[in-house]
């Protein structure tokens, strides 16, 4: 088992932004739609590219995750939690200090799979790394603010999005944060 996690490891790094964007694509494509964005279709983007050409992608993941951030924060608070669209402040700062890369082909495959749910369900599928969770809809507390910082933590998230997104209920994973010391 920790051999076939270690062969199909990503970096942070990268899995997080690509977890994101497969996220918002399901979301905005749910029936009914998660959050009420349409920055991740073909339409939202062909919009964006006239305003960001060089960052079309980076833009929509940016505004329809506000929106998404927002709706898991209506669902899971935000004193004391953390959640695919808000990290602990380095891991963000550390995601944005990160250039994409050109030579990734995800983001032709995602736009490629927009608007077709079960196309988008074939990406968020490998992000989950073999890890399974039940379905159950709402907020899901699945480790801490240390878990979320490693690979593992994030194949958990992208499980419980998986089942969520494959029964149509919407479901918030999220991670708590821990006082240092004990003290809190």
Request: charge should be positive.
């Amino acid at each position: 088992m920790t051999t076939e996690n270690e062969t199909h490891k990503q970096p942070l790094h990268l899995l997080i932004p690509r977890l994101r964007a497969v996220v918002l694509a399901l979301g905005e494509s749910a029936s009914p739609a998660w959050w009420k964005t349409e920055f991740m279709n073909e339409t939202g983007l062909r919009f964006l590219e006239r305003l960001y050409p060089r960052t079309t992608f980076q833009a929509a993941v940016h505004a329809a995750g506000k929106a998404a951030g927002d709706a898991h924060d209506r669902a899971v608070g935000r004193v004391g939690v953390y959640h695919l669209f808000r990290l602990p402040e380095s891991l963000e700062t550390e995601l944005h200090r990160m250039p994409p890369d050109p030579a990734d082909d995800f983001f032709p495959s995602l736009r490629n799979a927009m608007g077709r749910p079960e196309e988008l369900m074939k990406l968020l599928a490998p992000m989950c790394g073999g890890e399974r969770a039940d379905a159950a809809p709402g907020a899901r507390k699945i480790g801490t603010d240390k878990d979320i910082m490693t690979t593992a933590g994030i194949r958990k998230t992208a499980a419980v999005y998986h089942a969520a997104f494959a029964r149509n209920k919407p479901g918030f994973p999220y991670f708590t944060a821990v006082t240092d010391g004990g003290r809190g």
